[in-house]
């Protein structure tokens, strides 16, 4: 499933707060505060959810990411990989394109898709309210 979103907003306000959003789920899922840097040369740790109605153990690996350019996560559960990428592309001084991509190893169900859509353009909003808001807080 792949979407594009126009994001009123810099291209560093809108790479940063992925990145931010990005290691407080990291800190959320292991318990390790981390820092930017610390993701520099890629991150990997475990985190359980549940599936099913069973524990899963999974790994998630951040690969290296590309400042200003792209964030990379793919998660290995015991059955099927997911791979999210963005991609951020500055369109001017207050607007970017960012491209998110998710890929399932195992569904294709368009309905989820759908879904999918739906939630990130949600989440996308969220981000870019956030992201007004803390510019007049300033």
Avoid at 5 to 32: F, H, P
Avoid at 105 to 127: H, I, P
């Amino acid at each position: 499933m792949k979407i594009t979103y126009r994001m009123k907003a810099s291209l560093t306000d809108a790479y940063n707060t992925i990145l931010d959003s990005t290691i407080a789920e990291v800190g959320l899922y292991s318990g390790k505060k981390i820092t930017a840097e610390a993701l520099a040369n890629g991150y990997k740790y475990h985190r359980r959810v549940k599936e099913k109605g069973r524990d899963v153990d999974v790994v998630v690996h951040i690969r290296k990411p590309q400042p200003y350019k792209n964030i990379n996560i793919m998660s290995a559960y015991p059955d099927q990989n997911y791979e999210l990428n963005y991609s951020f592309e500055a369109l001017d001084d207050k607007h970017t394109l960012i491209t998110y991509e998710q890929i399932n190893s195992r569904n294709k169900d368009k309905k989820a898709g759908l879904l999918f859509t739906w939630g990130m353009r949600r989440r996308f909003k969220q981000m870019e309210k956030y992201i007004i808001r803390a510019k007049k807080e300033l």
